[in-house]
T-cell receptor, first 114, second 114 residues
Framework: EAGVVQSPRYKIIEKKQPVAFWCNPI?????LYWYLQNLGQGPELLIR????????DSQLPKDRFSAERLKGVDSTLKIQPAELGDSAVYLC????????????FGPGTRLTVL | AQSVAQPEDQVNVAEGNPLTVKCTYS??????LFWYVQYPNRGLQFLLK??????LVKGSYGFEAEFNKSQTSFHLKKPSALVSDSALYFC????????????FGAGTRLFVKA
């Protein structure tokens, strides 16, 4: 079974530039998550999708961050414009239905904003 | 509000010795508890979970964890540590009062010395 796929793995941009991350979840997983992980910390939820619907985006900085999950499969997370403080690892995860189910994580995208 | 505490930034243990990585939590309702492991430059990988039932749960790679409701703890254990167990370990909690949002601890780095 293929795991969660993320691209790119690494991205270096200058501040004020836009950037986008892509995630393809495990086939059949209806729940998709985007997390931000700073160095030395645990993942923090940015947004959670149930199929196409964003059911929890309370932690997403909506002035510069946006996300979409068209057709309820793969997803894109965008930052525009990027700031120095956005440098972090962006993790995508997916899970099948059920609140007790574990999440499967992709390898992450390491973003460096110069 | 939900919270998770991992009181140790790092745990050092000799190969062959038992290991314990501590986790305490705070939730309003009944918790769903998880342990994940993260190897360098990789996403988090699920180890085990407690949803209900037996307080001692067994997971991947010989790990186990004990749910203790009175002490609000969910410590990760392994009877005999391997050098290959060296990694970053995250405890996570989820409950219905938090909208089933998963909250991760800050992580504990396990170092197993040969």
């Amino acid at each position: 079974e293929a795991g969660v796929v993320q691209s790119p793995r690494y991205k270096i941009i200058e501040k004020k530039q836009p950037v986008a991350f892509w995630c393809n979840p495990i086939s059949g997983h209806n729940t998709l998550y985007w997390y931000l992980q700073n160095l030395g910390q645990g993942p923090e939820l940015l947004i959670r999708y149930e199929n196409e619907e964003a059911v929890d985006d309370s932690q997403l900085p909506k002035d510069r961050f946006s996300a979409e999950r068209l057709k309820g499969v793969d997803s894109t997370l965008k930052i525009q414009p990027a700031e120095l403080g956005d440098s972090a690892v962006y993790l995508c995860a997916s899970s099948s239905g059920g609140s007790g189910n574990e999440q499967f994580f992709g390898p992450g995208t390491r973003l460096t904003v110069l | 509000a939900q919270s998770v505490a991992q009181p140790e930034d790092q745990v050092n243990v000799a190969e062959g010795n038992p290991l314990t990585v501590k986790c305490t939590y705070s939730v309003s309702g009944n918790p769903y508890l998880f342990w994940y492991v993260q190897y360098p430059n990789r996403g988090l990988q699920f180890l085990l979970k407690y949803i209900t039932g037996d307080n001692l749960v067994k997971g991947s790679y010989g790990f186990e964890a004990e749910f203790n409701k009175s002490q609000t703890s969910f410590h990760l254990k392994k009877p005999s540590a391997l050098v290959s167990d060296s990694a970053l370990y995250f405890c996570a909690v989820r409950d219905y009062t938090g909208g089933f949002k998963t909250i991760f601890g800050a992580g504990t780095r396990l170092f197993v010395k040969a």
